[in-house]
């Protein structure tokens, strides 16, 4: 099966609009993601907040078994969030970290992450450990492997696809190796989910954190947490309210079963059910058959890209997903994003990501090389490849 890219433009206004190669930021949503949201919030005003929500309690409910089909899950090892950033650092903190352990990340972390951990590391006396890089610029797993082997190591946190680069990340590897040395994994998949099947199982992580708005095509504000089962007893949450955790006789509190002991009780319940028909909508696509258009997509865009002689394409990786990073000489690369804006064309801009960690975790300054980043969907089309491509100084 392919994608029909007539139909899935049909169901997304924004086309009429944009070229929108900004997907890695917010993907355009398709309209049966915008009406799930605004027939909700029709509802909360009709007959009011908890009134809706009580009407809306079986499709609130469908919306774990949809995220838990999508990444290969069970319902009640998802939680939902209001951001990939605050689902990830909520596993996080709520870890009981021993002082003194190690916690192993790659070099393409997410920035925020990275203060994040700088937070953690600073409160519980951690010690990070930066992987390098291998010679494709993936996270080295035999450097990954020699930590393992030197022991005392808490956590890997690891970004599965980077905020500005085409590379996917061994991650599969990278579970297989802490599983074998019986060490917790994290995945952020904020950048993967969406643009390509993912599993669990397969992947070996026991924490997984994704964000709605980005390749999944969802409403901004909208964000999931996995944590496997077995791993569940292993956290214990920041901060209960009346949805986590139950008043339990004299002992006084019982933290819920499942993942959702992560959760707040309020929430945006429009957006929680627009997410939830992002991911349906992706689901009846079928994630191998998107990965397929997104990847072909992203090819053509370098290769055009390669072909002019001022442009540099920067995506290092031997799996590459939808998005394309790259400069071009002698022009800054906000210029780019506006001109190519004034016609239109959504991109954005990044932070190259070398040596970034590094110098976020010292906290030395580090004056980022920035680069464009162009990143497709499968609703994009070869023509608003090479009308991007056009744009561009010769
Ligand atoms: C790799 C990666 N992880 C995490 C996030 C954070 O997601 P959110 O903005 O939903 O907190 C982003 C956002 O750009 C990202 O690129």
């Not at 599965?160 to 297989?176: C, F, I, S, T, Y």
């Not at 709605?212 to 292993?234: D, Q």
């Not at 993942?259 to 689901?283: K, M, P």
Request: hydrophobic share 40%; with cysteine.
């Amino acid at each position: 099966m392919s994608i029909d890219v007539r139909a899935v433009r049909d169901q997304t206004r924004g086309v009429l609009n944009v070229a929108h190669l900004n997907n890695a930021g917010s993907s355009l949503v398709p309209r049966p993601v915008a009406e799930t949201v605004a027939a909700h919030l029709r509802r909360e005003e009709e007959i009011g907040g908890y009134e809706a929500a009580e009407e809306a309690a079986d499709r609130l409910h469908t919306v774990y078994s949809s995220l838990a089909r999508l990444i290969g899950a069970r319902p009640d090892e998802i939680a939902l969030a209001e951001s990939g950033s605050r689902a990830w650092a909520v596993a996080m903190h709520s870890f009981p970290f021993v002082r003194g352990s190690r916690l192993l990340i790659g070099r393409s972390e997410y920035t925020g992450n990275v203060m994040a951990l700088r937070q953690l590391a600073q409160r519980n006396g951690l010690q990070i450990v930066v992987l390098n890089d291998d010679p494709y610029g993936q996270v080295d797993v035999e450097h990954l492997q020699r930590e393992l082997e030197r022991g005392n190591v808490a956590m890997v946190a690891l970004t599965h696809v980077p905020m500005a680069d085409g590379l996917v990340n061994p991650a599969a590897e990278v579970g297989r190796r802490c599983r074998a040395a019986g060490v917790l994994f994290v995945l952020d998949a904020c950048q993967s989910v969406g643009q390509m099947p993912l599993d669990v199982e397969s992947l070996g992580c026991d924490v997984l954190a994704g964000t709605g708005r980005k390749f999944l095509r969802g409403p901004r504000g909208t964000a999931f947490l996995y944590v496997r089962a077995s791993a569940l007893g292993r956290f214990e949450p920041l901060a209960l309210d009346g949805l986590s955790a139950y008043s339990s006789g004299a002992e006084g509190l019982e933290v819920r079963g499942d993942a959702r002991r992560f959760e707040s009780w309020e929430a945006c319940i429009a957006g929680r059910l627009g997410l939830g028909r992002a991911v349906d909508y992706a689901l009846d696509l079928g994630l191998d058959t998107v990965q397929e258009r997104v990847g072909w997509l992203a090819e053509q865009l370098r290769t055009e890209l390669a072909a002019v002689p001022a442009v540099t394409v920067h995506d290092h990786g031997i799996t590459r997903c939808g998005i394309v990073t790259f400069s071009v000489k002698g022009s800054e690369a906000g210029n780019i994003r506006a001109r190519l804006a004034e016609h239109r064309i959504n991109v954005s801009v990044a932070p190259r990501p070398s040596g970034e960690v590094q110098s976020l975790l010292s906290g030395s300054p580090h004056v980022a090389e920035t680069v464009v980043r162009a990143s497709v969907h499968y609703y994009n089309t070869e023509d608003e490849v090479l009308r991007l491509v056009g744009l561009l100084p010769r």
